[in-house]
Nanobody
Framework: QVLLVESGGGLVQAGGSLRLSCAAS????????MGWFRQTPGKEREFVAA????????YYTDSVKGRFAISRDNAKNTLYLQMNSLKPEDTAVYSC?????????????????WGQGTQVTVSS
């Protein structure tokens, strides 16, 4: 089992930046594809970004391309999401997730382990 704990959420004005972190409990962190998802009340959880084992491949949902950057530090068992040029519509609970697969995926059903989430609120 992999325990994931997010941090770094908060309140920021539109146009501002935040960096989310996701600390993993296991040294096998480097063998998981990692992803970030977000969810707002009344809506389904939405894919944001994913990164390969090595960090060499990434994939983003269209709405965050050019503004968000996913990265990982396997030596520290930590996943990151740098969020720039934030918009009010980015407001959500952001969760990290781990998938024991070898390809990038946007399908949340393929992610076995989930963090508890961190709130990001962007004011206009």
């Amino acid at each position: 089992q992999v325990l994931l704990v997010e941090s770094g959420g908060g309140l920021v004005q539109a146009g501002g930046s935040l960096r989310l972190s996701c600390a993993a409990s296991r040294r096998s962190f480097s063998s998981y594809v990692m992803g970030w998802f977000r969810q707002t009340p009344g809506k389904e959880r939405e894919f944001v970004a994913a990164i390969s084992w090595s960090g060499g491949n990434t994939y983003y949902t269209d709405s965050v391309k050019g503004r968000f950057a996913i990265s990982r530090d396997n030596a520290k068992n930590t996943l990151y999401l740098q969020m720039n040029s934030l918009k009010p519509e980015d407001t959500a609970v952001y969760s990290c997730a781990a998938a024991p697969i070898v390809y990038l995926t946007t399908n949340l059903k393929e992610y076995y382990y989930w963090g508890q989430g961190t709130q990001v609120t962007v004011s206009s």
